[in-house]
């Protein structure tokens, strides 16, 4: 790690003013993604601002129709609230299998959404239950949040505060984790939301995205068996050592296959 | 500098420390306390697992200064004076460990499982232990002990 | 058996310190105004080195020094060296081309020591290392093991022409080729044995020391074998003569090979030390691990076994190219030849056998011994080889096994290539392994899996290891460059408490358990009265370390030895102090008896009358009780076993899971059962990650893609199944223990028993390791050449 000052603001808008009067500062919310970068002298920021006594930015709440989660909100928080595990155990389940259970003792939504990490998870929970992303500035929806790999409509200053999830009728999520990170090499959450069908697929391409084909075959026949003429291509998405584009074509249908399955 | 005070196995520590030193490194050098071990640079390998606040983590991915004001427990803390808790005299038991490298995370990690769950399947003790890497004992024993340490201590 | 002696499964001492965090390993070990070294590495897989620019470095906050490869020249040191000759098949020697400990004028992989920054704190060495400036002249890099030897490819070192350090062969190539000319069917293989990286979860780490009034260094050091430590760093690379140099391997975190090897971070830090005037600690992180631990394996075999018309095996050839990676490392010469041509015969009775190694420089990290250690080469390719034609012949895997094993009344037995089993029983171990693993269930298993959309297959390997290594002429006429003995001293005190010292070395093994087990056993004293100790040149004389399953049945045996000597002293005291003749003086369970009497002295009686020898004659014995020996085997031992594996594929995702495996070992006599099972669970896991999920991969320029825990697949918990393992015993017959060895039997075992399984699921062989795509795709090929058909 190179040297950096530290800022441990009380508050949203002292975290903002922190960022503001650095060189080049960074939030670190969990640190789970950015601690590793800094050790691995992948960042050198001259400022960490510790989102970590922030306390407006931590906890679940039932909103009605929406489940809300401040940002600061572990993944084990997420996994293991009765709030989210009643009305969005798609979403549950998927925050119960980030990384391992020390990650999720420490990481947070809000610090994963930011980083968008190409093979994270949660955005695959944001576009597919189309949540809506609330910052010290603005409220953003899913489809307009992730911008690209490592990439969102976040500004500079800006600070996510919390997520909200429309409670679907219906949600699954599987993942084909990557055997050695636990990254998703797939991972795709299926929902029906207000009577709209939305599949989204993470870890395949640079960035979240949707799969129209997925969509329009289960909005009108919600079931594993609508998904089986699916053909994905495999232009756009990633190839590494651990899996090659056409696999992850394949890999995405048998993922939405069985997040189907799992809906619930 | 920043100052970062905390509680370590039931004692009140306070540090001036660079703001870039990571909690495994102020437990292994400024507080001496070197059976929380290092064997990865990636988050992995589980060896630097110790308690803030009851809750297993990565001792190796937390920055000294996050964990102010928190109470962490390391193995060292574990044992209540004479007595070994007994995940550890679990895993002496069923020869849980050979080179005793990972063995320190492996066992703060086996408690907060039984913390969450007293009564593990195997599935899920394997599952838990992702973040867990030995590579001594395939696991077998490992899991043979935490599975009989739930037993003991569900009595 | 004696309280807690031979056979019983002790509750290991060591483990006290462990499960407490009190374990002491080198990082933990602090030295009074102690430095902290950081290595510059090249970021090139090949390059010529121009020049190195450390005044900026220099300045840098801390820094107390840069050292560099000018720095070794000056001071007159030696290169790395590799201490097994091995000889071309025209009888000239090898070419190990130069190991400098800091690169001189060429940078050889990536991950090559180029430079040292030390500095106060880790992070300022670290800091300051990105200060050196370093002049590279990049050139392109040799990567693959199949075309390194080719004409054309770069070359790694300029005096060891086509990359090629020895061409070898065993075996007399003319009348193999005819046999195979008139067999009634050949079977042909090719296979990649892939590079894997042995991952001991502590990372190597050093810390030196240099006291000027003695004029003598101290190296707290990760080391499976730290007076062989000693011996190369003075012998050859000249550091300081031996009784200059004191090596202390306190508590190592797993070794597995790659911590036998001297590297260039231990001798930097003495060199260091020296400079500054104080300690210099490196600890290296897991990057740097994947970048300079000697890696394992890399083979690529062509293979042809000659059948009769009734499947008795008449011929085996092989010939298999070797990666040595960027140098040749300490043992690296010896393990595709003597560790593996040796045992292609493995259980059968193949007459004739004939093995041809090239071994070839890369651009990539060296290669050395890792668990096994072309035992597991050897049994792969066998074990594959015999797979494939049982499924061309159309026989039932173990049925052909069992047909051409040697058989249990012709021990021993000389193999064709080289070696002498000295004992064995390998159809008993192979019913057993079939009655374990239910094989006669395998169908019903089958069906189920089916009807659930899954693909089951069963796979068997049948492996015997060469260990307990090794008779010192034998390895002496092979090339080897030291005597591979064991030494051992037992030291009583007044009050009767037992110093073992032992030159094997336990990084995880259990000898304070089981060397304590063998005391107990032999001369009565309770466990807990015993204290071994090991791992410091200063207080063990001399040794030879642990690898290659060598530390019970060599060391084990100089204990033994050592403890006879102790009755002999005893018996002497005991007949004086009785009145009796030595002649009728019986000892056992720790008394000296006057035999059919019940006139007694315990053993503690005996010790404490030769410390305060008031009463003993002069001239009877010497005083004290102190007893060392030297053991050197007659012979390797001859481990053996059968694994049997199952597997389910999930045929969407292509995901192999172990549904069962089951081990049946032949181990000899058992001392510790408990740490036996260990040793194989640990030794499976291995083996069934390099099958399944290791895989050590560069680009062709050069570039490690594996390089953390990120893409290096290690095996976890819930990649592995419940291990059954079960063992049968035939007696080692050359050493009076009757042990065998137990260390790396579940690595070379393993990995055919698992890729057989998945062939038999998928209907297709494939290379290691059987990833889900790998299998995936051959699913699909499958189908694509069914629907053609």
Redesign the interface.
Known sequence: MYEFNVHKPGSVADAASALKGADDGKFMAGGQTLIPTLKQRLASPSDVIDLGNVAELKGISDEGGAVKIGAMTTHAEVASSDVVTSQIPALAHLAGHIGDPQVRNRGTIGGSIANADPAADYPAAIVGLNATVHTNQRSIVADDFFTGMFETALNEDEIVTAVSFPKPEKAGYQKFPNPASRYAIVGVMVAQTGGQTRVAVTGAGPSVFRSSDAESALASNFSADALSGLAVSSADLNSDIHASADYRAHLVGVMAKRAVAAAT | M?SVSMTVNGKAVTKDV???T?LVDFL?QHL????????????????C?VH?DG????A????A??C?GVEVT???G??NGGD?HPM??A???H?A????????GM?M?AV??LENNADPS??E???????????????????KAIKACAQDMRG | MAENGIGAPVRRKEDKRFITGAGRYTDDINRHGQAYAYFVRSPFPHATLNGIDKAVAEAAPGVLAVITGDDVAEAGWGGLICGWMVHNKDGSEMKAGSHPVLAQGKVRYVGDHVACVVAETYAQAKDAAELVEVDYGPLVACTSTADADKDGQPQVHDDVPNNTVYNWELGDQAAIDEAIASAAHVTKVDLINNRVVPNAMEPRAACGEYDPAQDSFTLYTTSQNPHVARLVMSAFIQIAPEHKLRVIAPDVGGGFGSKIYIYSEECICLMAAKKIGRPVKWTGDRSEAFLSDAHGRDHVTHAELAMDADGNFTALKVHTKANMGGYLSLFASCVPTYLYATLLAGQYRTPQIYCAVDAVFTNTVPVDAYRGAGRPEATYLLETIIDQAADELGRDPADLRRQNFIKPEQFPYDTPVALTYDTGDFHAVLDKALEVSDYSGFAARRAASEAKGKLRGVGFSCYIEACGIAPSAVVGSLGAGVGLWESAKIRFSHTGMCQVLTGAHSHGQGHETVFAQLIAEKLGVPIENVEVIHGDTEKTPVGMGTYGSRSLAVGGQAISNAADKIIEKGKKIAAHLLEASEADIEFKDGNFTVAGTDKSKALGEVIFEAYVPHNIPQGLVEPGMEEGAFYDPANFTYPSGTYICEVEVDPDTGVVTIDRLVAVDDFGVIVNPMIVEGQVHGGLAQGIGQALTENCVYDSAGQLLSASYMDYCMPKADDLPNFEVATTKTVCTHNALGVKGCGEAGAIGSPPAVMNAVADAIGTRISMPATAEKVWRALQANKTSQAAE
């Not at chain 2, 809750?55 to 990565?58: G, I, N, P, R, T």
């Not at chain 2, 460990?97 to 320190?104: A, K, M, N, R, Y």
């Not at chain 2, 590579?135 to 899991?143: A, E, L, M, P, S």
């Open positions: 920043v660079e703001p870039r990571l292994r001496s306390l070197t059976g929380t071990h290092v064997g990865c640079d990636t988050s992995q390998c589980g060896a697992v803030i809750k297993s983590v990565k190796c991915t937390a920055l200064m996050q102010d390391t193995i060292e574990l044992a070994l550890q005299a895993f002496r038991e020869h460990l050979q080179c005793g490298f990972c063995t320190p066992i990690s907060d499982l195997e599935k003790i394997r599952e838990w232990l992702e973040g867990n890497i030995c590579r001594c004992t395939g696991y077998h024993n490992i899991v």
